[in-house]
C-alpha cells in the first residue's frame, strides 16, 4: 500500500480494522487504485426515475449484468445499487469489483417538496452480497431530514459493527430551500459537514453553484471574503467543509450532459482537492464503446495524465 493511500487511512482515527480494510479496497481498486481517487458506478436510476428513463438512451442497461460487467472493464473503483441489481449479479461477478449497497430509495411517481426515501434494503444484506460498504441518501432541509438522520445514526452503527464503510448521498432539499439553493455553494457545504457529522467515511454531494442561499450565511461569504468565484474553488470550500479532508469526498455527475462540460467539472474537483467522482448516466446511457472512452479521459485527468 502507497503513502497516499495510508495518509487517506489515517484521517480515519478510530474506525475499526475492518472498516479500514474496506476502504482501502475502494481506494486500491480499479484505474485510479493507489493514486487515492475515485470514480465510482451507481445505477440506482431505475428505482429513482423509472427504467425507461434510465435505461432505453442504452437498451443493455436493462440487464443488470450490464453495469458489473461495464464498471469492471470501465476500471471503476465500485459499483453502487440497490438490492435488486446486486443480487442479479453479484455471484457471478463475486471479486471483480467492490460493491456498495444502496439501503434506501425513492420513486418519482410520488412527488413532495420534502423527501424522504424508504429504506430498502438491510446492512445483513450487504453482508450476504460481499458488499465493500453501504450507501444512504439524506435531505438536509427535508421536514423528514430527522427522521433519515436518526435511521442513517442506526444503520451506521450496524455497518461499522461489521467493518463496512458507510457512504452518504446527502442532497439538500425541502419547501425551504430554493431550485437554485439546492446547489447553492453554502447549502452543499453544509450539507457535506451534516454528512461528516454523522459519520460517513465517503460524502457524495453535487457540484456547487456560486449561488449563496441563506442571508446569514452570505454575511459571512462576504465578510470574510470566501473564495467562490470558481468552480475549483468551490470544491476545496466543500473539502473544507467536509473535515478540511479528512473525509473522502466525491461529487455527482448528474443527468447526461455534454462532455466538455463534465471534463471541466472534473479538473475543478482535481484542482480543489476532491477526492474523484460518481457518475451513473452520463455513463451507462452511452453506447459501452463510447462510454469506456468517456471514462477513460475522467480517469486520465484525475491521475494527471491530461490536463
Same mark, same amino acid.
Given at each position: 500500500m502507497n503513502a497516499r493511500i495510508r495518509?487517506?487511512?489515517?484521517?480515519?482515527?478510530?474506525?475499526s480494522p475492518g472498516v479500514l480494510t474496506n476502504l482501502a479496497r475502494l481506494l486500491n481498486h480499479g484505474t485510479l487504485g493507489g493514486t487515492g481517487k475515485l470514480v465510482i458506478l451507481p445505477?440506482?436510476?431505475?428505482?429513482?426515475?423509472?427504467?425507461?428513463?434510465?435505461? =432505453?438512451?442504452?437498451?443493455?442497461g436493462y440487464n443488470p449484468h450490464y453495469h458489473f460487467e461495464f464498471g469492471i472493464a470501465a476500471g471503476c473503483n465500485a459499483y453502487a445499487a440497490p438490492l435488486g441489481f446486486l443480487e442479479a449479479g453479484a455471484a457471478d461477478? =463475486?471479486?471483480e469489483?467492490?460493491?456498495?449497497?444502496?439501503?434506501?430509495?425513492?420513486?418519482?411517481?410520488?412527488?413532495?417538496?420534502?423527501?424522504? !426515501?424508504?429504506? #430498502?434494503? !438491510? /446492512?445483513?444484506?450487504?453482508?450476504?452480497?460481499?458488499? =465493500?460498504?453501504?450507501?444512504?441518501?439524506?435531505?438536509?432541509?427535508? =421536514?423528514?431530514?430527522?427522521?433519515m438522520y436518526e435511521d442513517l445514526r442506526e444503520i451506521a452503527e450496524e455497518a461499522k459493527s461489521y467493518g463496512l464503510a458507510v457512504v452518504v448521498w446527502s442532497y439538500p432539499r425541502g419547501a425551504g430551500i430554493s431550485k437554485e439553493g439546492e446547489t447553492a455553494i453554502d447549502v452543499v457545504a453544509y450539507a457535506a459537514q451534516i454528512a461528516a457529522q454523522l459519520g460517513a467515511h465517503i460524502v457524495?454531494?453535487?457540484?456547487? !453553484?456560486?449561488?449563496?442561499?441563506? !442571508?446569514?450565511?452570505?454575511? /459571512?461569504? #462576504?465578510?470574510?471574503?470566501v473564495p467562490i468565484a470558481t468552480a475549483a474553488q468551490r470544491v476545496l470550500h466543500v473539502v473544507q467543509s467536509t473535515f478540511d479532508g479528512r473525509r473522502i469526498v466525491i461529487f455527482s455527475g448528474g443527468a447526461k450532459?455534454?462532455?466538455?462540460?463534465?471534463?471541466?467539472? /472534473?479538473?475543478?474537483?482535481?484542482?480543489?482537492?476532491?477526492?474523484?467522482?460518481?457518475i451513473g448516466r452520463n455513463a451507462f446511457q452511452r453506447p459501452k464503446r463510447t462510454a469506456l472512452k468517456f471514462l477513460d479521459t475522467i480517469m486520465k485527468i484525475y491521475a494527471g495524465k491530461l490536463k
Open positions: 495518509e487517506i487511512l489515517g484521517y480515519y482515527q478510530g474506525a445505477v440506482d436510476q431505475g428505482f429513482e426515475h423509472g427504467p425507461a428513463r434510465s435505461f =432505453a438512451p442504452n437498451p443493455p461477478f =463475486a471479486g469489483i467492490p460493491l456498495i449497497l444502496k439501503l434506501n430509495n425513492s420513486e418519482s411517481l410520488y412527488s413532495t417538496k420534502d423527501p424522504c !426515501s424508504s429504506v #430498502t434494503a !438491510s /446492512v445483513d444484506d450487504a453482508l450476504r452480497l460481499g458488499c =465493500a460498504a453501504v450507501g444512504y441518501t439524506i435531505y438536509p432541509g427535508s =421536514a423528514h431530514s430527522k427522521d457524495k454531494v453535487k457540484m456547487p !453553484s456560486s449561488h449563496i442561499e441563506q !442571508s446569514e450565511a452570505k454575511k /459571512v461569504y #462576504t465578510s470574510k471574503k450532459g455534454e462532455d466538455k462540460k463534465i471534463y471541466d467539472e /472534473v479538473r475543478a474537483i482535481r484542482a480543489g482537492g476532491g477526492y474523484g467522482s460518481i
